[in-house]
């Protein structure tokens, strides 16, 4: 039997996570957190590490915002081939999102216009909301509260498809050299290699859904995830950016086919507080 999704289960599902969101750390960054604590030998960077532990814990138990940026809200509802969706299932979005951002005293940071009216829209609207289809069946709600800073050290870059593997690997670690300091790190990194401009954005953010320590199904792809990690914390960057062996804690990558002329590269950093979940609907 056909599975029908309505708006208004996207809206409550929605109205459900951003609480949690907001006031508590993925178990998967948490440990990930602890976990290099634990091998960490710089003494700086391991007291930063026990600091973001220690931030997580006040907040979930005090019920307070992890960090003062509270985000803008994105949403993507993914849809299997079981999944009929009806009218604007999206509709409730935006509702949703003021109703938790207000009754939680979460920071609004959205304004109305880029460009021409850059004043606050005061319920931290508009979200961000898109449908995915998906070979998989059932539906699932996405959601991540994506601060500002860790989205504006992220890039798209057009390789030339010469630049290969390698370009790849040098773009990535470049972007992390300029931008990782301003990103809170240590870093969840999503990564898009392939489809067109205004795809590969998605690519690299979708990548950031997936739990640290889960690798990509696909070999060659999991190996390309290790190598880029490996090169990401050469830097030395650390905790904090004050030095140390974990600039991120994974990089996560999905790659996609494109035109033979293009090689598309985005970079999409997620900062320590990497406030994203997956909701089965």
């Known amino acids: 039997m056909e599975r029908i999704v309505t708006k208004e289960e996207v809206a409550a599902t929605l109205r459900r996570a951003l609480p949690q969101l907001a006031f508590e750390l993925p178990d998967d960054i948490r440990l990930a957190l602890e976990a290099a604590r634990a091998r960490e030998e710089s003494p700086r960077a391991s007291e930063a590490l026990r600091?973001?532990?220690e931030n997580?814990?006040?907040a979930g138990e005090d019920r307070v915002a992890i960090c003062q940026d509270t985000g803008s809200v994105w949403v993507c509802?993914?849809?299997?081939?079981?999944?009929?969706?009806?009218g604007d299932v999206l509709d409730g979005v935006n509702a949703a999102?003021?109703?938790?951002y207000t009754a939680c005293n979460l920071r609004k940071s959205l304004v109305r216009n880029a460009v021409f009216d850059r004043t606050n829209t005061a319920d931290n609207t508009p979200a961000f909301a898109e449908i995915h289809t998906s070979a998989q069946p059932g539906a699932r709600l996405h959601v991540m509260c994506k601060g500002g800073g860790s989205d504006n050290a992220?890039?798209?870059v057009m390789l030339a498809p010469s630049a290969g593997r390698e370009g790849v690997v040098d773009a990535v670690v470049a972007c992390v050299r300029e931008k990782a300091a301003n990103a809170c790190p240590p870093l969840l990194i999503g990564v898009g290699v392939g489809a067109t401009f205004d795809k590969v954005a998605g690519l690299a953010k979708m990548a950031l859904m997936r739990p640290v320590g889960s690798p990509a199904p696909d070999e060659r792809t999991a190996a390309f995830e290790s190598e880029l990690l490996a090169a990401v914390n050469a830097t030395g960057i650390g905790a904090a950016a004050l030095g140390g062996a974990t600039t991120a804690l994974a990089v996560h990558?999905?790659?996609?086919p494109c035109h033979i002329?293009?090689?598309?590269?985005?970079?999409?950093?997620g900062c320590s507080a990497m406030r994203r979940g997956t909701y089965e609907l």
């Open 51 to 53: 600091l973001l532990v």
């Open 56 to 58: 997580a814990r006040i």
């Open 77 to 86: 509802l993914e849809i299997g081939p079981d999944v009929a969706v009806t």
């Open 97 to 100: 999102v003021a109703e938790a």
């Open 154 to 156: 992220s890039r798209v």
């Open 253 to 256: 990558v999905n790659t996609a």
């Open 261 to 269: 002329a293009a090689l598309p590269l985005a970079i999409n950093m």
